[in-house]
């Protein structure tokens, strides 16, 4: 009877395990030109701009820093022509932010990596046909330090929405980098 009564509350304990299980995606490994740059871009690309994402009380700073790179042809190219060309890449960097109170006031900086977020342009919809790709674009997140495994299923349902109110400017958000103004 006590033997039982163990092995059910084992088979019971393994239950939500295995319902998680199920619902947890496999790692999915990126299309090769989604993946983050495997040159070092904070030091070889141009970071273009910068947002700060607010904490629920503003007064403790920022919660976020993203900070947003493209390399250097990639940006000329858009200076000349008003458009991204076919394979540009552009990384968004997710920091956890700390906030002290510095001889400028409060400020608040980037601490740990979150993780990044990849967009490849793709006008013409050569560079993949998964469901990572569309509207223009390749998309991926990629938690952490990662620079394979996405946790991007569909861009779809992953992306797209929080784009659409830059869907005027090519679904990019433009307003936030001045090495983009012409
Ligand atoms: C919660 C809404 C939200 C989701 C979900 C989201 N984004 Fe964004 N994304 C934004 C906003 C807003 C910005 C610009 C402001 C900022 O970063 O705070 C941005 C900026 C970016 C940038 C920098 C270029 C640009 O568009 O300005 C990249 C790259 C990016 N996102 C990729 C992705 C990818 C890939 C996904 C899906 C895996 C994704 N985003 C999902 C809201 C979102």
Known sequence: MKLFVIVLSIAAAGLPARAQMATHADPIEVEPVLEVPSEDYRTGWVQIGAFSVLADTPADGAHEIHAVFIDKPALETYLRDGAFAEGTKIVKEVWGARTEDLTTGRASYADTLKGRFVMVADPDGK????????????????????TRITDTESYRDGCLACHEPARDQGLIYLQGYPALRR
């Open 127 to 146: 560079l993949g046909a998964g469901p990572r790709f569309g509207d223009g674009w390749g998309w991926a997140f990629f938690p952490g330090e990662e």
